[in-house]
């Protein structure tokens, strides 16, 4: 839907995933005919069904204080009014930025102004088809609106680190500010071809005012900017913000940057549990147990609870009450990570500990790798839950480390609940050798590698009103983040999935217990995360081979020397060493650090002595 001056109408699609990775609360989602923003919760309704995964929402709760998030839940969807173009069933979206250009005449035009924009969408079941269009462009003429060229959504925002977004200021950056000379701003736009910087001039045909964006872009000119106006267009909120400004280009990846929480789903040794949580949106509402004997009788879909006699019933029901009601936080506040459990299930799969979406077979280790690995696992089923706790703009949110984000809220108020997605699908989790990991990173402390990288850790920290966090174990996370992405890539070239497609999950435990595992994983909606080609490569005959080829493959980057001899130094705090996207990035999707703590010299001999032997 799009906000107009009419009823709100379908205008486009996405995959449930995608507010999750790329077009999530407050991101901008590019469509054929316009640029939308993707509202807040308030405008969601009540949300679709209830997800359930009770360590999941536990995390939620325990990352978002305050907020009485009480369910997850996937997006609005009605499969009945799926086809039908007017419904208004759906994400809630906006236009943004609401400055457009006319391709025709390059006449920049406010939507929210004189009535020169109008809102085409007459074509019901072709949602692809809105647009916007210059009502009086003189070089269209008396073309039928049908046939008039799409405005296109201006090319500049400005935006800061503390996740507000706001149009660029075109009539004040044109006339700087002063407008007494002018009997009325007109504004047309004009790209020029440069690889120097934004060649792109403003100019106002009333006053004939000119200036370049250039004098926006950059530190040097952030001065050309007002102050951050604390705008959250996504909530159609504004709220003091000390920040300065950054000039943004439309389509950036660094304009949105989702924060999400994710958990597997674990088998439990009690199946009546895990159908009242799967229930827990009706079963809840019940007053009395006569009553929830009597809806459970009805319900299909619970035929353990249907063997339970009415008081039994409602005890649990009321321990499960109790407990979600019990705000104390989560399991890592008690002791116990959110990967704790993922952890001792992964490293020691049974028959006994397997359901309809988690299904793990241990297999035998290439032996060329026995030395840095103890066990590879067959994940042939899971079930992945990931939820939007926020987001933040310019930079990506960190992992790993003590701190407040910098987090952009998806609600004004406390709605009660967090949008979620749930996908299915396979993996491979490697478990390593723990005492080889504990003895290379102990004789690796003080190697002037990883001092660089340290120094770029703490830097990095206080440049974001962060506390350096002693504890956090740079070469055991090198070490694992580094073997996980290579393997992701030579993977993607042999299983069938795209590179994006596959997800890494690293598993590096606390300074008391640590641990040293990865789990590569693919995971859809549907049934395309559950194809058996990213299983299959974990027999030994075909993951020895890749694990060779990956190792060979760190030796060499197209962009060495430059990235073979990459360290921070004073004052960057880039995370990475020897890495670069020719060699080590991976996707957003992929990657859970932000392609940070990585460095090829931990596996592959670069000269600096402080590969681990595998």
């Not at 267009?233 to 504004?238: G, K, Y």
């Not at 067959?378 to 987001?391: H, P």
């Not at 120094?455 to 090198?478: H, K, M, S, T, V």
């Not at 974990?538 to 430059?562: K, M, Q, T, V, Y």
């Amino acid at each position: 839907m799009t906000g107009s001056q009419r009823q709100p109408t379908r205008i486009g699609n996405a995959r449930p995933s995608q507010l999750m990775t790329a077009a999530g609360i407050g991101a901008v989602a590019d469509l054929p005919g316009m640029s939308v923003l993707v509202r807040g919760l308030e405008a969601w309704g009540a949300g679709g069904p209830v997800i359930a995964e009770p360590r999941l929402l536990a995390e939620v709760r325990a990352a978002l204080p305050g907020k009485n998030v009480t369910s997850l839940r996937a997006a609005p969807f009605d499969p009945a009014t799926a086809d039908d173009p007017y419904t208004s069933v759906g994400i809630p979206v906006t236009t943004f930025p609401r400055w457009l250009r006319c391709p025709a005449c390059n006449q920049l035009l406010p939507i929210d102004g004189v009535n020169q924009l109008q809102l085409i969408h007459r074509w019901g079941r072709r949602p692809d088809l809105a647009k916007w269009i210059h009502q009086y462009c003189a070089k269209q003429g008396n073309r039928p609106a049908a046939r008039r060229r799409a405005c296109i959504p201006a090319r500049f925002v400005v935006a800061c680190a503390r996740g507000h977004l706001d149009e660029f200021p075109y009539v004040d950056f044109v006339h700087q500010a002063d407008l007494s000379a002018c009997p009325g701003p007109q504004l047309e736009i004009r790209d020029a071809g440069s690889v120097l910087g934004p060649r792109v001039s403003v100019t106002c045909t009333a006053c004939k005012a000119r200036r370049n964006i250039s004098e926006a872009a950059g530190t040097r000119n952030a001065g050309n900017l007002p102050r951050c106006r604390g705008r959250h267009p996504h909530l159609q909120t504004f709220e003091t913000c000390p920040e300065q400004l950054k000039l943004m280009v439309l389509g950036a990846s660094n304009l949105w940057f989702g924060e999400t929480i994710s958990a597997l789903h674990l088998p439990t040794a009690d199946p009546a549990h895990t159908e009242i949580d799967e229930n827990w949106d009706i079963l809840s509402l019940a007053p009395e147990a006569a009553l929830l004997h009597r809806m459970v009788a009805g319900m299909s879909n619970v035929g353990v609870l249907r063997e339970l006699g009415a008081d039994e019933l409602w005890a649990m029901v009321e321990e499960e009450r109790h407990r979600r009601a019990d705000d104390s936080g989560s399991d890592e506040e008690n002791g116990e990570s959110l990967l704790d459990a993922e952890w001792q299930l992964l490293c020691h799969p049974t028959t006994i500990e397997q359901d309809d979406d988690f299904r793990a077979v241990p297999t035998p280790p290439p032996a060329a790798h026995d030395r840095l690995l103890k066990q590879v696992v067959q994940v042939e089923r899971l079930r992945e839950v990931q939820a939007a706790i926020g987001f933040t703009r310019v930079e990506a949110p960190s992992s790993g480390g003590p701190g407040v984000q910098r987090r952009a809220p998806l609600s004004r108020s406390h709605i009660g609940w967090v949008p979620a997605v749930e996908r299915r699908g396979e993996g491979i989790f490697l478990e390593l050798q723990e005492p080889a990991v504990a003895a290379w990173a102990e004789s690796q402390q003080d190697h002037p590698d990883v001092v660089a990288l340290r120094g770029a850790y703490r830097r990095w920290l206080i440049n974001r009103d962060r506390q350096p966090d002693p504890d956090f174990p740079i070469q055991r996370y090198l070490l694992l983040h580094t073997l996980s992405h290579l393997l992701l890539r030579q993977v993607a070239l042999e299983c069938g999935y795209s590179a994006a497609s596959i997800r890494e999950r690293l598993y590096v435990g606390t300074p008391n217990v640590p641990t040293a595992g990865i789990l590569l994983s693919t995971a859809a909606s549907d049934s395309e995360g559950t194809l058996g080609g990213l299983v299959a490569l974990a027999n030994r005959r075909f993951l020895g081979p890749l694990l060779d080829h990956a190792l060979r493959g760190a030796e060499l980057c197209s962009s060495d020397p430059l990235c073979a001899e990459h360290l921070p130094a004073e004052p960057s705090d880039a995370l990475h060493g020897a890495a670069c996207h020719a060699c080590l990035y991976a996707s957003e999707t992929s990657c859970e650090s932000g392609n940070r703590w990585l460095h090829r010299g931990v596996l592959a001999n670069l000269g600096t002595g402080l590969a681990i032997q595998p």
